[in-house]
């Protein structure tokens, strides 16, 4: 069954280092996602992508955050410069169109110290 | 008011139980519902999806919707301890031009042998 895979499964950064998170959604889906979510709390949205621009983005998604599709599989979450509170699991997700369903990968942790 | 809300358990029943695990929210707007089981420290996995309201059944699982009463189900019958994980809603609406997903916080289930 096709699914969406992320690396690194775990990162360890110094507070104030960049960090990339790569994803490569299912092959066919248009629409892609990153979510988080910190220890022991609920899942959020970060950011939507379509067509090769964001189409929606939380509060969450400062300017310390971008995201890209430099290519035609892989889709990357950037953090600039990364805070302790940037400390979670994060999600990328993908669905082939819309109205469909979205399918999450296996996440990347990330922790900042 | 909370979005959605989940209680988050942790609920524990014997292996063979019928469970039932709910979500209320507060957004009219939402259409579209989702079920995802998490296991510990991975990415939530799609287990129903169901459009509007009524009843959609797979399997062990039957996941409901009551948009008048703003309360969705999903009850997993003859439960094993493999069912044993978290549970969370998720919904949508694409009336306000947006897909993205709210989450409710999960509820933690443990089915013991």
């Known amino acids: 069954e096709p699914e969406v895979t992320q690396t690194p499964s775990h990162q360890v950064t110094q507070m104030g280092q960049e960090v990339i998170l790569r994803c490569v959604p299912i092959?066919?889906?248009?629409?892609f996602y990153w979510y988080r979510q910190i220890l022991g709390q609920k899942v959020e949205f970060l950011v939507s992508?379509?067509?090769?621009?964001?189409?929606?983005k939380s509060e969450i998604f400062d300017d310390q955050f971008s995201v890209e599709r430099p290519d035609g599989s892989n889709f990357t979450l950037k953090i600039r410069s990364t805070k302790l509170e940037d400390s979670a699991m994060y999600f990328c997700a993908s669905k082939v169109e819309q109205g469909n369903t979205i399918y999450f990968g296996e996440g990347s942790w990330l922790t900042v110290v | 008011q909370k979005e959605v809300e989940q209680d988050p358990g942790p609920l524990s029943v014997p292996e063979g139980a019928i469970v039932s695990l709910n979500c209320t929210y507060s957004?009219?707007?939402?259409?579209?519902f989702m079920w995802y089981r998490q296991y510990s420290r991975k990415g939530p996995e799609l287990l129903m999806y169901t459009y509007s309201s009524g009843n959609k059944e797979d399997g062990r699982f039957t996941a409901q919707v009551d948009k008048s009463s703003k309360y969705i189900s999903l009850f997993i019958r003859d439960s094993q301890p493999s069912d044993s994980a978290t549970y969370l809603c998720a919904m949508s609406s694409t009336l306000e031009n947006t897909d993205k997903l709210i989450f409710g916080t999960g509820t933690r289930l443990q089915v013991f042998p």
């Open positions: 957004n009219s707007a939402f259409q579209y």
């Open positions: 092959s066919n889906h248009l629409y």
């Open positions: 992508f379509y067509n090769n621009e964001i189409s929606e």
